[in-house]
Each structure stands twice: as structure tokens, then as C-alpha cells.
T-cell receptor, first 115, second 114 residues
Framework: AQTVTQSQPEMSVQEAETVTLSCTYD???????LFWYKQPPSRQMILVIR??????QNATENRFSVNFQKAAKSFSLKISDSQLGDTAMYFCAFMKHGGAQKLVFGQGTRLTINP | EAQVTQNPRYLITVTGKKLTVTCSQN?????MSWYRQDPGLGLRQIYYSMNVEVTDKGDVPEGYKVSRKEKRNFPLILESPSPNQTSLYFCASRPGQFMNTEAFFGQGTRLTVV
């Protein structure tokens, strides 16, 4: 079974700073996807970024980028020039290719951006 | 607008009183699932459905039932709710088994069982 671990329950940074959220996972699969989801106080689950395991290049979406280390099974999220609107719970998630397509989530990291 | 709609958004009920949380999607997605979110545990899958009349258990199915009679609807049924089912529930959908696209989530249902 796959597991996802987020070791930082809470983080806090000042506006405009760069912050990195950690995520490690355990799997024996070779073909899978990794995701970062943002959950603001509205509770909506918002996809931030997605990485396909077969792609060596790290995914980027504007101020959000990942550091995907497949051998180390690590998938960290970097937020550059952080903004107040980035304040949210962030979840790392794993999904193997094919089959039931279950998303396996980490415990979450509560990120607060301070003015 | 493409969306997943859950109802109700908030629900307080008493132990043992049957309830249903509805979920509907307008994107003709084949795959639908239910998750519950608890502090320190993240989201865990309860049940999923890969198409009409095809459902299967996720990681935490005890105390829950689902049905998939129509492609767009996937209700979550709690026959006899207990306080340990107090949680935040999410319905999600995606196009199909080999489609590399994101999951669409509903707005969540905050359930409290007293």
C-alpha cells in the first residue's frame, strides 16, 4: 500500500518570502502521479500542481514549483514570493496509474502567510 | 460551469438517524469517489465507483453505503450514524481510468453526529 507523509504540521512565513513544504511517499509502483492540493478556509480543494513520475523535469505553475526526487521518493512544493492568499492547508497526494485511481493524501501542512 | 455539487454543506444529526449526502457532477465523468477528512489524517477514501452500478470499498468503508444508479449521481448513505463519523466529507469525480486529468472536488459537507 502507498503512504504519503508530510512532516510539517504547521508553517508560517512573512509575505514575499519563499517557503518549501515537504512531502515523502512510499510505493513500489513505477508509474504514478503526484499532486499538491490547496485547501483555503472555504474548504474547496484546489489543485496547485501535478507531476507525472515518468517526467524528469520538475513541474512549475507560476510561483509554485516542485522538487521531485524519484529515487528518494520526495516531492516538495516551493512557493515563491508568497502572498496572503496562499494561506491555506496544503495536501500532498499520490495516485498510481490505472486501477482504482485512488488519491492517497498526506496529513496536510497548515501554511500561514503573515503580512 | 463544470462542477461537483454536494448537499448539504453542513449537517448536525443524532446517533442512529439515517442520512444521505448527495453528490452530483455535470461533466459526464465515469469515476466518482467519497473521501473523509480528519485532522492529522488528511483525506481517506471511503468508497469509489468506476461507472454506473460499479462500486467498491476504499480504505475506510465501515458504516457507509453508496449507490451509482446514474452516471451523474453518487450519494453517500449513513444507515446508523455514530459520533466517530463526525468529519468533513468530499465527493470527487474524474473522467475515467486512463485519463490523466485532475480530480474535481465538491465543496465539502461538514457532518456532526451527536
Amino acid at each position: 500500500a502507498q503512504t504519503v507523509t508530510q512532516s510539517q504540521p504547521e508553517m508560517s512565513v512573512q509575505e514575499a518570502e519563499t517557503v518549501t513544504l515537504s512531502c515523502t511517499y512510499d510505493t513500489s509502483e513505477s508509474n504514478y502521479y503526484l499532486f499538491w492540493y490547496k485547501q483555503p478556509p472555504s474548504r474547496q480543494m484546489i489543485l496547485v500542481i501535478r507531476q507525472e513520475a515518468y517526467k524528469q523535469q520538475n513541474a512549475t505553475e507560476n510561483r509554485f514549483s516542485v522538487n521531485f526526487q524519484k529515487a528518494a521518493k520526495s516531492f516538495s512544493l516551493k512557493i515563491s514570493d508568497s502572498q496572503l492568499g496562499d494561506t491555506a492547508m496544503y495536501f500532498c497526494a499520490f495516485m498510481k496509474h490505472g486501477g482504482a485511481q485512488k488519491l492517497v493524501f498526506g496529513q496536510g501542512t497548515r501554511l500561514t502567510i503573515n503580512p | 460551469e463544470a462542477q461537483v455539487t454536494q448537499n448539504p454543506r453542513y449537517l448536525i444529526t443524532v446517533t442512529g438517524k439515517k442520512l444521505t449526502v448527495t453528490c452530483s457532477q455535470n461533466m459526464n465523468h465515469e469515476y466518482m469517489s467519497w473521501y473523509r477528512q480528519d485532522p492529522g489524517l488528511g483525506l481517506r477514501q471511503i468508497y469509489y465507483s468506476m461507472n454506473v452500478e460499479v462500486t467498491d470499498k476504499g480504505d475506510v468503508p465501515e458504516g457507509y453505503k453508496v449507490s451509482r444508479k446514474e452516471k451523474r449521481n453518487f450519494p453517500l448513505i449513513l444507515e446508523s450514524p455514530s459520533p466517530n463519523q463526525t468529519s468533513l466529507y468530499f465527493c470527487a469525480s474524474r473522467p475515467g481510468q486512463f485519463m490523466n486529468t485532475e480530480a474535481f472536488f465538491g465543496q465539502g459537507t461538514r457532518l456532526t453526529v451527536v
